[in-house]
């Protein structure tokens, strides 16, 4: 299946810094692509979707100024997490779908994840 | 997007089939039932997904009823790999409409 690579796995960070998360589709171009977060034992929450060429869109109790989406290629979303605070500590993920095949029913890919830990 | 109603958890014998249901009452007729996986610390994979008739694939099968309002997601020969948190998910079709949703799914532990 099509691959989807997050960078970096990890990162620990200090409290007030920013981060920079990298997600991108290695064989196949991704119009739109989102952004979940994961707290411990809880499921994937969407916080944005990201769109080649264009704004975010953010879901609701999502602050925008804090979570910086830019998606600047059809290959590359990156989520940058600004004056992280340890209530950021989280697992997140990234997915895409193939730009391609959107007409059809197609699955969605995701990356690995990044666990951040705020310090 | 439908609901869809899941058991919190199940365990299943290394070796044996592992039959994890989903309930999607309210489901439309242009909705698929797709299914995901999360192993522990990992990104979630895709598995199957189908509309109405029965899907299988090199993963799993997926049976769904004639009023589709249920799915079963089926692992034929489960290895203890296999556990993780599944996802139903049920999904709009069309433009517009490739966000998926993820309820709590069910933790599948396979036992040795």
């Known amino acids: 299946g099509a691959v989807v690579s997050q960078h970096p796995s990890r990162v620990i960070c200090k409290s007030g810094t920013s981060v920079k998360i990298e997600c991108r589709s290695l064989?196949?171009?991704?119009?739109?692509m989102f952004w979940y977060r994961q707290f411990p034992k809880q499921s994937l929450m969407l916080m944005a979707t990201?769109?080649?060429?264009?704004?975010?869109?953010?879901e609701q109790g999502v602050e925008k100024d804090k979570f910086l989406i830019n998606h600047a290629s059809l290959t590359l979303s990156t989520l940058t997490v600004t004056s992280a605070h340890p209530e950021d500590s989280s697992f997140y993920i990234c997915s895409a779908r193939d730009s391609i095949r959107l007409r059809g029913n197609t699955e969605a890919f995701f990356g690995q994840g990044t666990r951040l830990t705020v310090v | 997007d439908a609901k869809t109603t899941q058991p919190p958890s199940m365990d299943c014998a290394e070796g044996r089939a592992a039959n994890l249901p989903c309930n999607h009452s309210?489901?439309?007729?242009?909705?698929?039932v797709y299914w995901y996986r999360q192993i522990h610390s990992q990104g979630p994979q895709y598995i199957i997904h189908?509309?109405?008739n029965n899907e299988t694939n090199e993963m799993a099968s997926l049976i769904i009823t004639e009023d589709r309002k249920s799915s079963t997601l089926i692992l034929p020969h489960a290895t203890l790999r296999d556990t993780a948190v599944y996802y139903c998910i049920v999904r709009l079709t069309g433009a517009g409409s490739y966000q998926l949703t993820f309820g709590k799914g069910t933790k599948l532990s396979v036992i040795p």
């Open positions: 309210t489901i439309s007729g242009n909705e698929y």
């Open positions: 064989d196949f171009q991704a119009t739109t």
């Open positions: 990201s769109n080649e060429g264009s704004k975010a869109t953010y």
């Open positions: 189908g509309l109405k």
